[in-house]
C-alpha cells in the first residue's frame, strides 16, 4: 500500500443535464464503509423526490476493491452503479464516496446512454474535487536521556512528527506518530544525535 495518496479534502456537488434529465454528482471522503452509507442515506434524505441516487464508494486506498459498494437503485441493471465504481477505482483517489441524483426528464437515454452519463457525472465531480494527502503514520515511543531533548524537538519537524504525549522519569520519553515512509530516516538520525542511547520501539 502506498505511505500517502490523494483523498476528498472536502464535500463537493456538481450539475448536469442531460437530454432534460437532470444529474447531481455529490461526493465526499469516506474513510469506512459505515461513513459511506451514511453518506448514501444523507443524500437520499435531501432529494426524496429523485427520481433515482445511484451511488458507489471505495472506502479504502486507490484502486482496491477490499471496501467498495454500489447500487443502480432502479436504474437498469449495470448501467449506474458499476460504471460509477470503475470509473472511481481508476481516478487514483482512495476512500471517497459518490452518490449521482437524478431527476428523469422524459426523454430515455438508453442502456449505453445510461452508463456514459453516470460515468460523465462522476469524472465531472473528480475534475473538480478538492484533494488532500492521506499519509499513512506510525506510532513510536522513544525514550532519550535528557541532554538530547532539545536537539530531539527540533528534528520533530523534518520528518513531519507529531508528539502524542511526553513522560519524564529517569529519562525522557515522547509518543510520536508520523509518516511510515519517514520512519526510518527518523530512526537513524535519533539514534545518531543521542550517540546510540535513545530506545525506539513501535507502539
Same mark, same amino acid.
Given at each position: 500500500?502506498? &505511505?500517502?495518496?490523494?483523498?476528498?479534502?472536502?464535500?463537493?456537488?456538481? $450539475?448536469?443535464?442531460?437530454? +432534460? =434529465?437532470?444529474?447531481?454528482?455529490?461526493?465526499?471522503?469516506?474513510? &469506512?464503509?459505515?461513513?459511506? +452509507?451514511?453518506?448514501?442515506?444523507?443524500?437520499?434524505?435531501?432529494?426524496?423526490?429523485?427520481?433515482?441516487?445511484?451511488?458507489?464508494?471505495?472506502?479504502?486506498?486507490?484502486? &482496491?476493491?477490499?471496501?467498495? %459498494?454500489? =447500487?443502480?437503485?432502479?436504474?437498469?441493471?449495470?448501467?449506474?452503479?458499476?460504471?460509477?465504481?470503475?470509473? /472511481? /477505482?481508476? =481516478? %487514483? !483517489?482512495?476512500?471517497?464516496? !459518490?452518490?449521482?441524483?437524478?431527476?428523469?426528464?422524459?426523454?430515455?437515454?438508453?442502456?449505453?446512454?445510461?452508463?456514459?452519463? *453516470?460515468? %460523465?457525472?462522476?469524472?465531472?465531480? #473528480?475534475?473538480?474535487?478538492? #484533494?488532500?494527502?492521506?499519509?499513512?503514520?506510525?506510532?513510536?515511543?522513544?525514550?532519550?536521556? *535528557?541532554? =538530547?531533548?532539545?536537539?530531539?524537538?527540533?528534528? /520533530?519537524?523534518?520528518?513531519?512528527?507529531?508528539?502524542?504525549?511526553?513522560?519524564?522519569?529517569?529519562?525522557? $520519553?515522547?509518543?510520536? &506518530?508520523?509518516?511510515?515512509?519517514?520512519?526510518?530516516?527518523?530512526?537513524?538520525?535519533?539514534?545518531?544525535?543521542?550517540?546510540?542511547?535513545?530506545?525506539?520501539?513501535?507502539?
Amino acid at each position: 500500500m502506498a &505511505d500517502r495518496y490523494p483523498i476528498p479534502a472536502a464535500f463537493h456537488r456538481v $450539475e448536469q443535464t442531460i437530454k +432534460r =434529465s437532470r444529474f447531481m454528482t455529490s461526493l465526499t471522503h469516506a474513510p &469506512d464503509m459505515e461513513s459511506a +452509507r451514511a453518506f448514501v442515506a444523507a443524500v437520499k434524505a435531501e432529494f426524496p423526490d429523485a427520481t433515482h441516487n445511484c451511488w458507489a464508494f471505495n472506502a479504502g486506498p486507490p484502486g &482496491d476493491t477490499a471496501y467498495v %459498494g454500489l =447500487s443502480d437503485d432502479g436504474e437498469p441493471s449495470g448501467t449506474a452503479g458499476k460504471p460509477m465504481l470503475n470509473t /472511481l /477505482l481508476h =481516478s %487514483g !483517489v482512495g476512500e471517497i464516496a !459518490v452518490v449521482v441524483t437524478r431527476w428523469f426528464g422524459g426523454t430515455k437515454l438508453g442502456t449505453g446512454g445510461l452508463v456514459r452519463a *453516470y460515468t %460523465g457525472l462522476v469524472n465531472l465531480g #473528480l475534475e473538480s474535487l478538492p #484533494l488532500r494527502d492521506m499519509v499513512v503514520t506510525k506510532r513510536l515511543g522513544v525514550a532519550l536521556p *535528557y541532554p =538530547s531533548v532539545t536537539l530531539f524537538k527540533r528534528l /520533530l519537524p523534518d520528518f513531519e512528527a507529531e508528539v502524542v504525549e511526553e513522560a519524564f522519569s529517569d529519562v525522557a $520519553e515522547f509518543t510520536l &506518530d508520523l509518516p511510515e515512509e519517514r520512519v526510518d530516516a527518523f530512526t537513524r538520525a535519533v539514534i545518531e544525535l543521542t550517540g546510540g542511547r535513545a530506545e525506539i520501539h513501535e507502539k
